[in-house]
C-alpha cells in the first residue's frame, strides 16, 4: 500500500472548499484583492502574459506583507485567519487565498517582506521579514526563492495557456468585482488597481438621471439605465447581484452571488438601477454573497425610498404637476419616506384620539346643548351603520341610473335632504324599497337605464293585509322610471296615481314591468308631481335556476357548494356569517382610498383583497356566494323606511328566494345597522327606550339594563356611521384618554430623535431632455421591477390627441378592454373620436408612441383609410341585415386594399362617433378577392339565403367568437338555407 504524496491531503481539502466560491473560476482575482485590501495596500498591480503557450499571472500589492511565520501559521492553514478580530477587513474565515486553485496553477510562487518585521525571531527569515516560496500544482514539492525587494506580497500562478483572452479575463473579474474596492484605512480613497498597467477603478457613481445617497456607514447610487441591475458591495467588493431590489428580500428572489454577472441592455427603455454599499453586511463563508438579515433589509429600504424619489423628481422636471398639486404631492412624498414625520403624525393622530376620547367621556353637559333628539330633523341625525352615500339624496327623487356609481366604499358626510322624497303610512313598518335590481353582478359596476319589457303584473290587498301607502315626490325627465317598491310587495292594481297642482285628485299613472319584472313609470314629458301608490305582499314570478356569477376565487365557490344540501335559511344565515369575517364593515376615508386605487379590479375582487367595504360591497358579495350555493337571489340598491320615511342616504342588501318561493331580505350590514328607536324592532338594533339591545344571531352586541336604572344613550362615532351605546362610567374606561395621552407623547419623542438622527445626504442628476418613452417602455417590459414606485403608473404621463394624459395604469385598462386608440394625422375618424371623448393616443409624440407600440392600440388612421376605400356588396349587405336581425349591429364591408385572407373588425361603439353612418356598429372589413366570398356571392341570385350563411359560416369561424355564440348567430341563417333547399328540391 503506498502513502499518499505529501501535501495532497491539503490540496483536497483546500479544494473543496475553493469551490464553495461558486462556479466562476475567476473568483480567486476577487479573493486576492481582498487579502491586498485587507494587508492595508494602497495599490494592486496584475500582470497577465500569455508566452510560448503558457499562461503567467503575477498579482503584487504594497500592503503589509507578512513573515514567514505568519504564513506558515496561517497562510498554510485552513479555517485559520488572523483577521478574526478585525471589524474592518472582509476576509475572516482562513480560506480565500487557496481560491487560487479554481485556476488549476501547476506552479505558484508566493513572496513577501513585511513592513514590521520579528526582531525577536530564532529564524532568520522572520528577522528580516522577506521569504519566498515556490510550490508546484499539486502542493507536493516546495523551495526557496528570491524574496522581494520592497514590502507587500506578490503572488505568480503559472499554468497551459487555453487562449490568448488572459488579460480580458482578469480584468473582467477585477472590475465587476472590485471596480469600487478602497484602502483599508480610509475608505474614502480607492484602491488603484490596474491589470497590465490598465485602471480597473470606477467612480461610485451612475449615469443620469441618477441620486446618490449617503447614511453613516451606507452609500449607493440608484439610477434609471438600460438594463435591470441591482449591485451589493460590503467594504468595495461585490457580494449579490439581482435584476431589482425586491430580488434581495423577498422568498425566491432572482439574486446571484456569482462573481461575473452580464446584464442585458434592452435598447428603447429604462429601468431601474442601484449600486449599494455597506460594511453592516454579515457575510458568508465565501464572502460572495449576505446574510439576509436587518441590515440587509434596512439599506433595501432606504434605497427604494430613493429610487422613489428619484423618478418623482424625475416625472416633476418633465411633466410638472399643475401648482395646487405639488404641496399634497410634496406631503405625500415626505410622509412616504420620512419615518419621523410618520411618528409625528401618528402622534397627532394619538393625540385627537385622546382629546375626542375625554370629550367624549367628560363634556357630557356641554355636549347635550348640541344634541339633537332622535327625528328632529331628517338628514342631520345619526348617519346609520350600513348605508353608502354614493350620493345624498335630493328632496325630490329621479330614477337612480344615474346616480349610482357601483359596489364602492363611500365616505358619509352626516348632510342629507331635509325633506325625504318618499314617505309611507303606517309608519311603523321597517320597509327595504328596492329601486335597483342586479341579476348579474358582473353588470353592477353600471346601472342600465330603465327599459320597459312588457305589462306590469299588479298585485291585490287582501283582507288582513297591511298594505303600505307611498308618495313619491318626483323630479325626473320624461321616459321611463323605475319605481321604488318594498321587497316581495308590487304595486296594487289601480293605486298608482300622479297628484300635481292641475290634478289634486290625482291621474292614473301608467306603468310597465322591467327588464328585472321591476315597476316602471312610463312618464310622457317631465314631471314635478307626486306619486301615490300603495303595494301589497304579492307572490314572486315563477323561480329561476341560481346561476353562478363566476367571480368568487375557488376556494370560496367550494365552501358555498359545500351548503347546497342544507335549507335555505341554514345556507342564508351561514353565508351572511361568512360575509362579515371576510368583508368588515367600513366607510373610512382610508378604506375608501383603497378602492379607488383598485378601481380596475372588480369590486369582489377589491373586498377580498382589502377585508373592508360598505354595504354594496358587502352584500354583493354576499349575493355571490348565495349564488354559488343554489340559492336564486340578486342584489337591491334603494331605501330603508323607518318611522314613515326613508333614510337620506341609499343603502344596499341581498334579495333572495326563501324556501316558501317568496323574495326576503338579507342584509350583512344589518349586525352593525341600528336603527331609530321608532317602529319594530328588526335584530341588530337597540331599544333606548327600553336599555335592552336586541342582537341577531351571531351575537354581535349584547348590553342589558335592569329596570328602574336610567338608560343614558350617547351618540358614539364609529367609522363612518354612529352607533347608539350605553354610557359607561367606569374608572377603565376613565383611563383609556390617559393611555392614549401617554402614547401620544412617546411617539412625539421618537419623532424627535428622528429627527435628530443623522439624516441622509443625497445629490441627484436629472436627464434634461424629458423623453419619458423609455420609463414608460421599461414599466410596462418589466412592471414588476417598478411595483414599489407607483407614480410611474398613476401619474398622467401619455400625452392624448384631445391635448391632455392618460395614466400608465389608465392606458393598460382601456387597451385591455380594446378601447386604447392611437393617431398621428388626426384623420376624420379620429377627430370624430376625440369629439366623443374616446382615449386616442397622439402618435406625434413620443411617449404615447412607446405605450401604444407596447399595448397594441388600434390606429384609427389606417381605420380611417381602410373604410374610405371599403364598400359594401349584395352579398355582405344581406349578411349584415341577418346579424342586425340577430341582435349583432355589425356592418360587414369589402376592401381591395386587404389580401384574399385577411380580415379585421373593430368596434366603433365605443368611440361614440358623431359624424360617421358606421356609428355604433362593428365593422368588419374583408379582402374584396376572397375566394370564400366568391364563391358565396355566385350562388346569391339563385341561392341567396344558401350563400348568406356560407358567408356568415365563414366570417364567424375567423372572428372567434365562441361556439356558444356563434350558434346563436348562424341558427336562424342555417334554417332559412335548409328550407330554401327543401323548396328547391320540392320542385
Avoid at 314572486?540 to 368568487?552: I, M
Avoid at 333572495?656 to 352593525?672: K, P
Avoid at 359594401?872 to 349583432?888: I, N, Y
Avoid at 341567396?944 to 367568437?961: E, G, H, K, Q
Wanted: charged share 25%.
Amino acid at each position: 500500500m503506498t502513502s499518499a504524496p505529501p501535501g495532497s491531503e491539503f490540496r483536497a481539502r483546500a479544494r473543496a472548499e475553493a469551490d464553495r466560491y461558486g462556479p466562476d473560476p475567476w473568483v480567486f482575482v476577487r479573493e486576492l484583492l481582498q487579502n491586498a485590501r485587507d494587508a492595508g495596500a494602497t495599490k494592486v498591480e496584475f500582470v497577465a502574459e500569455s508566452r510560448a503557450g503558457r499562461w503567467v499571472l503575477r498579482c503584487r500589492d504594497d500592503g503589509e506583507g507578512m513573515t514567514f511565520a505568519h504564513a506558515r501559521r496561517y497562510l498554510f492553514a485552513l479555517y485559520a485567519s488572523s483577521k478574526e478580530s478585525r471589524r474592518d477587513q472582509v476576509g475572516r474565515f482562513g480560506v480565500g487565498f487557496w481560491s487560487v486553485l479554481r485556476f488549476e496553477p501547476e506552479r505558484i510562487a508566493i513572496r513577501s517582506r513585511a513592513r514590521r518585521p520579528d526582531p525577536t525571531s530564532q529564524d532568520p527569515e522572520d528577522r528580516a521579514g522577506a521569504w519566498a516560496l515556490e510550490l508546484d500544482g499539486d502542493l507536493a514539492t516546495a523551495r526557496r526563492g528570491t524574496p522581494p525587494t520592497l514590502p507587500g506580497t506578490e503572488i505568480e500562478l503559472e499554468r497551459a495557456a487555453v487562449d490568448e483572452a488572459l488579460e480580458r479575463r482578469v480584468f473582467d473579474a477585477a472590475f465587476q468585482n472590485a471596480r469600487f474596492l478602497a484602502t483599508r484605512d480610509d475608505p474614502e480613497r480607492p484602491l488603484v488597481v490596474t491589470v497590465n498597467g490598465r485602471k480597473v477603478n470606477q467612480p461610485f457613481a451612475l449615469p443620469a438621471p441618477s441620486a446618490s445617497f449617503r447614511r453613516g456607514r451606507v452609500r449607493g447610487v440608484v439610477a434609471l439605465g438600460g438594463a435591470a441591475r441591482v449591485e451589493l458591495f460590503s467594504r468595495g467588493l461585490r457580494v449579490r447581484s439581482a435584476a431589482s431590489l425586491a430580488d434581495f428580500v423577498v422568498a425566491g428572489g432572482r439574486s446571484t452571488d456569482n462573481s461575473r454577472v452580464h446584464f442585458t441592455e434592452l435598447p428603447g427603455r429604462l429601468a431601474p438601477q442601484a449600486l449599494l454599499e455597506s460594511d453592516a453586511l454579515e457575510l458568508m463563508l465565501s464572502r460572495s454573497d449576505a446574510r439576509d438579515n436587518k441590515a440587509l433589509r434596512r439599506l433595501v429600504d432606504l434605497a427604494q425610498r430613493e429610487l422613489e424619489g428619484l423618478i418623482a423628481r424625475q416625472l416633476d422636471a418633465a411633466r410638472p404637476l399643475p401648482l395646487w398639486q405639488r404641496p399634497w404631492a410634496a406631503l405625500r412624498d415626505l410622509v412616504r419616506r420620512s419615518l419621523a414625520v410618520r411618528m409625528i403624525l401618528a402622534a397627532l393622530l394619538g393625540a385627537a384620539l385622546a382629546g375626542g376620547a375625554a370629550y367624549a367621556l367628560w363634556g357630557d353637559r356641554i355636549w347635550a346643548r348640541f344634541r339633537p333628539a332622535p327625528g328632529e330633523s331628517y338628514g342631520t341625525g345619526p348617519i346609520e351603520h350600513g348605508e353608502t352615500a354614493s350620493a345624498n339624496l335630493p328632496a325630490r327623487y329621479a330614477d337612480l341610473a344615474g346616480r349610482y356609481r357601483g359596489p364602492q366604499v363611500d365616505v358619509l358626510t352626516g348632510a342629507g335632504a331635509r325633506e325625504p322624497p318618499l314617505t309611507f303610512r303606517p309608519a311603523d313598518l321597517r320597509l327595504h324599497f328596492a329601486a335597483l335590481i342586479f341579476r348579474r353582478l358582473g353588470e353592477a359596476d353600471e346601472a342600465r337605464a330603465p327599459e320597459p319589457r312588457g305589462d306590469y303584473a299588479f298585485g291585490a290587498c287582501s283582507e288582513g293585509q297591511v298594505c303600505p301607502e307611498v308618495e313619491l315626490r318626483l323630479d325626473a325627465p320624461a321616459g321611463p322610471m323605475r319605481v321604488p317598491v318594498p321587497t316581495g310587495h308590487r304595486v296594487v292594481a289601480g293605486s298608482a296615481l300622479l297628484v300635481d297642482a292641475d290634478h289634486p285628485e290625482g291621474v292614473p299613472a301608467p306603468l310597465a314591468a322591467g327588464a328585472d319584472d321591476e315597476a316602471l313609470l312610463l312618464l310622457a314629458a317631465p314631471s314635478q308631481a307626486t306619486l301615490t301608490y300603495r303595494t301589497a305582499p304579492a307572490q314572486a314570478a315563477p323561480p329561476t335556476r341560481a346561476v353562478s356569477s363566476g367571480l368568487l376565487p375557488p376556494e370560496l365557490r367550494r365552501e358555498a357548494r359545500a351548503l347546497r344540501g342544507r335549507s335555505v335559511a341554514a345556507r342564508v344565515s351561514a353565508l351572511t356569517r361568512l360575509t362579515r369575517e371576510l368583508v368588515a364593515y367600513s366607510t373610512a376615508p382610508e378604506v375608501a382610498a383603497q378602492h379607488r386605487a383598485l378601481a380596475g379590479e372588480h369590486f369582489i375582487t377589491r373586498a377580498l383583497e382589502i377585508g373592508q367595504g360598505d354595504c354594496d360591497v358587502q352584500n354583493g358579495l354576499l349575493t355571490a356566494l348565495l349564488q354559488e350555493a343554489g340559492v336564486e337571489s340578486r342584489l337591491a340598491i334603494g331605501f330603508v323606511g323607518q318611522g314613515g320615511r326613508v333614510n337620506p342616504w341609499l343603502h344596499a342588501w341581498a334579495e333572495y328566494r326563501g324556501q316558501d318561493g317568496e323574495w326576503a331580505v338579507a342584509d350583512a350590514s344589518t349586525g352593525l345597522a341600528l336603527g331609530t328607536p321608532a317602529g319594530p324592532e328588526e335584530p341588530g338594533e337597540i331599544d333606548v327606550s327600553q336599555g335592552t339591545a336586541v342582537v341577531d344571531a351571531t351575537g354581535a352586541f349584547d348590553t342589558t339594563v335592569s329596570p328602574g336604572e336610567p338608560a343614558q344613550a350617547d351618540v358614539v362615532a364609529g367609522t363612518g356611521a354612529i352607533e347608539h351605546a350605553l354610557t359607561d362610567r367606569s374608572p377603565r374606561r376613565a383611563a383609556l384618554p390617559w393611555g392614549l395621552a401617554f402614547g401620544a407623547a412617546g411617539l412625539f419623542g421618537l419623532a424627535a430623535f428622528g429627527l435628530l438622527r443623522e439624516r441622509t445626504r443625497r445629490r441627484v442628476a436629472l436627464d434634461a431632455s424629458g423623453d419619458l418613452s423609455r420609463l414608460l417602455q421599461g414599466a410596462l417590459q418589466q412592471p414588476e421591477v417598478f411595483q414599489a414606485v407607483p407614480a410611474v403608473f398613476e401619474r398622467p404621463l401619455v400625452p392624448t390627441a384631445a391635448g391632455g394624459a392618460l395614466s400608465l395604469a389608465q392606458a393598460k385598462r382601456l387597451a385591455a378592454r380594446g378601447r386604447l386608440y392611437r393617431t398621428r394625422r388626426r384623420s376624420p375618424l379620429a377627430a370624430d373620436a376625440l369629439a366623443g371623448d374616446a382615449a386616442v393616443l397622439d402618435d406625434e409624440r413620443a411617449e404615447a408612441r412607446a405605450v401604444a407600440d407596447a399595448l397594441g392600440a388600434t390606429d384609427l388612421d389606417l381605420w380611417d383609410a381602410l373604410l374610405a376605400g371599403a364598400e359594401e356588396t349584395e352579398l355582405l349587405a344581406a349578411v349584415s341585415a341577418r346579424l342586425v336581425a340577430s341582435g349583432e349591429p355589425w356592418r360587414v364591408l369589402a376592401s381591395a386594399s386587404l389580401g384574399s385572407e385577411e380580415l379585421r373588425s373593430l368596434d366603433l361603439a365605443p368611440l361614440r362617433l358623431r359624424n360617421s353612418p358606421l356609428r355604433g356598429r362593428k365593422v368588419v372589413v374583408v379582402g374584396a378577392r376572397n375566394p370564400w366570398l366568391q364563391d358565396a356571392a355566385g350562388v346569391l341570385a339563385t341561392r341567396p339565403a344558401a350563400a348568406v350563411f356560407a358567408a356568415m359560416d365563414y366570417l364567424l369561424d375567423r372572428l372567434d367568437l365562441g361556439a356558444e355564440r356563434t350558434a346563436r348567430l348562424l341558427r336562424d341563417a342555417a334554417r332559412e338555407a335548409v328550407h330554401e333547399a327543401a323548396k328547391a328540391r320540392a320542385r
